[in-house]
Antibody, heavy 118, light 107 residues
Framework: EVQLVESGGVVIQPGGSLRLSCEVS????????VHWVRQSPARGLEWVSL????????FYADSVRGRFTISRDISRNSLYLQMNSLTTEDTALYYC???????????WGQGTQVIVSS | IVMTQSPATLSVSPGDRATLSCRAS??????LAWYQQKPGQPPRLLIY???TRATGIPPRFSGSGSGTEFTLTISSLQSEDFAVYYC??????????FGQGTRLGIK
C-alpha cells in the first residue's frame, strides 16, 4: 500500500524558516516524481514544487521560487521542503503527492498544517 | 494556464445526474485530471487524460472534452458523491494549475 506521511507543520512568525518532511512507503521512491501541493481557503489548491524521478531536476511555483527548496533522501524514503522567508501567504495545508503518470497525482498524504502568523 | 470551473456550487438530488464544467484559458489537448475531495481528506484522483477513470473509480463517473472545454458527469448520484470536485491541467508546466472547485451538494 502506498503511503505518504507529512510532518513538520507548525505555527511560525513571518520571516521564519521551516522544513517539512514526507516519509513514503509502498512504492519505489527513486522511480517516481514527487511533489508538494498546498491548499488554503484563500488560494485553493496550489502546486508548489516537484522533485523529478531523474534525481536532478526540480521546479517551483513562481510564488515560492527563491524561498523554498525541495530535496529528497532515497536512503530515508523521504521528501523535504525547506521553506524560508515565510509570509502569511504561505499559510496552508501542505500535501506530499506522488505522480501516476506525468504531472497528475494518484496518491496524497493527509497533509501538514503551516500557519504563518505574528 | 488558468482553469475555471462552473458552477461554483451545484445542488442535485440523489439518483440524478450532475454535470460539472472546467474551462482552460488555452488549449491543453486532453491533459486534464479530475479530483474529488471530502472534508478532512486529501483530493482523490477520479479521471486523467480527460476521460480515463483511475483505478477503483466507479463507472458512474465519466469525463469528456478536449482543447479548452471539459466535463465531468456523475450519473445517478450516490450519497458518497457529495463533495468538492477540482480539475487540474498538466499540459504546460510549471506550473501545474487547478480550478477553484465545484461544491456538489444535496438538493
Amino acid at each position: 500500500e502506498v503511503q505518504l506521511v507529512e510532518s513538520g507543520g507548525v505555527v511560525i512568525q513571518p520571516g521564519g524558516s521551516l522544513r517539512l518532511s514526507c516519509e513514503v512507503s509502498g512504492f519505489r521512491f527513486r522511480d517516481f516524481t514527487v511533489h508538494w501541493v498546498r491548499q488554503s481557503p484563500a488560494r485553493g489548491l496550489e502546486w508548489v514544487s516537484l522533485f523529478s524521478r531523474n534525481g536532478r531536476d526540480t521546479f517551483y511555483a513562481d510564488s515560492v521560487r527563491g524561498r523554498f527548496t525541495i530535496s529528497r533522501d532515497i536512503s530515508r524514503n523521504s521528501l523535504y521542503l525547506q521553506m524560508n522567508s515565510l509570509t502569511t501567504e504561505d499559510t496552508a495545508l501542505y500535501y506530499c503527492t506522488k505522480e501516476l503518470g506525468t504531472m497528475f497525482f494518484d496518491s496524497w498524504g493527509q497533509g501538514t498544517q503551516v500557519i504563518v502568523s505574528s | 494556464i488558468v482553469m475555471t470551473q462552473s458552477p461554483a456550487t451545484l445542488s442535485v438530488s440523489p439518483g440524478d445526474r450532475a454535470t460539472l464544467s472546467c474551462r482552460a484559458s488555452q488549449s491543453i489537448t486532453n491533459n486534464l485530471a479530475w479530483y474529488q475531495q471530502k472534508p478532512g481528506q486529501p483530493p482523490r484522483l477520479l479521471i486523467y487524460g480527460a476521460s480515463t477513470r483511475a483505478t477503483g473509480i466507479p463507472p458512474r463517473f465519466s469525463g469528456s472534452g478536449s482543447g479548452t472545454e471539459f466535463t465531468l458527469t456523475i450519473s445517478s448520484l450516490q450519497s458518497e458523491d457529495f463533495a468538492v470536485y477540482y480539475c487540474q491541467q498538466y499540459d504546460r508546466w510549471p506550473p501545474i494549475t487547478f480550478g477553484q472547485g465545484t461544491r456538489l451538494g444535496i438538493k
